[in-house]
C-alpha cells in the first residue's frame, strides 16, 4: 500500500469519530436553550468537515457540510432579536443532516 493510500485510509477511519462528534454537537444544538458558542462549535465541525473531506476525495460530504455551514453563517449574520431559535434551524437542516451522516458512515473505513 502506497503512502497516499494509507493517508487516504487513516482519513476513512478518522470518520466515524467526526461523525459522532457531530451528531453529539448537533443534538445539544437542537435543544431550547443554545448558546453563540454551541453554534460557533456547530460552524466549526461543519467548516473544518468541508474543507477535510473535500481534500481527501469525498466530494458529497464536502457539499453536504458545506450547505449546513453556510446556514450557519447566514443565521449569525442576522441580528440577534431577528434570528429564529437555533431549534427551528435545525429543523430546517434535518433531512441534510441525515443526509450528511449518512455519507460519512458509508465513506468510513471501519476495517482493522
Known sequence: MSDLDQIHRDYRRSLPHKRDALR????????????LEQVAQ????????A?????????????????LEQD???????????RPPPYQVCARQAGTMAELLAAILESSDTSA
Open 24 to 35: 453529539r454537537a448537533w443534538e445539544a444544538l437542537c435543544a431550547e436553550n443554545v448558546s
Open 42 to 49: 456547530m460552524q466549526l465541525l461543519l467548516h473544518r468537515l
Open 51 to 67: 474543507g477535510s473531506a473535500g481534500t481527501y476525495g469525498h466530494e458529497r460530504i464536502a457539499a453536504l457540510a458545506r450547505s
Open 72 to 82: 450557519w453563517v447566514a443565521w449569525k449574520a442576522v441580528a440577534e432579536g431577528a
